[in-house]
């Protein structure tokens, strides 16, 4: 059984920072792949990040430039800093990580919402 905990989310004010944290636990071999989806209400979930074992990272266009990844693969551990934030970038924010053996975990979600 594997796990994921995610933690960072929260309420920040337009142009605030804030930092997501997951760790995965459990049953997992090597960890591929690490990364961060979002679904805001209404919308389709939408791949906003993800980091590869060696360290290739790619990003969802709009938020290039304000949003790094990066992982702890000692920890199995992976962040997500998110500066510059926007009304749009309002969301719950899912934790996912693909082994090698190509099998996907999900965390539970932690929403983002940034308010005035």
């Known amino acids: 059984q594997v796990q994921l905990v995610e933690s960072g989310g929260g309420l920040v004010q337009p142009g605030g920072s804030l930092r997501l944290s997951c760790a995965a636990s459990g049953s997992i071999f090597d960890i591929n792949i690490m990364g961060w989806y979002r679904q805001a209400p209404g919308k389709e979930r939408e791949l906003v990040a993800r980091?590869?074992?060696?360290?290739?990272?790619t990003y969802l266009d709009n938020v290039k430039g304000r949003f790094t990844i990066s992982r702890d693969n000692a920890k199995n551990t992976v962040y997500l800093q998110m500066s510059s934030l926007k009304f749009e970038d309002t969301a719950v924010y899912y934790c996912y990580v693909v082994s090698y053996n190509g099998d996907p975990y999900w965390g539970q979600g932690t929403q983002v919402t940034v308010s005035s």
């Open positions: 980091i590869f074992r060696g360290g290739y990272t």
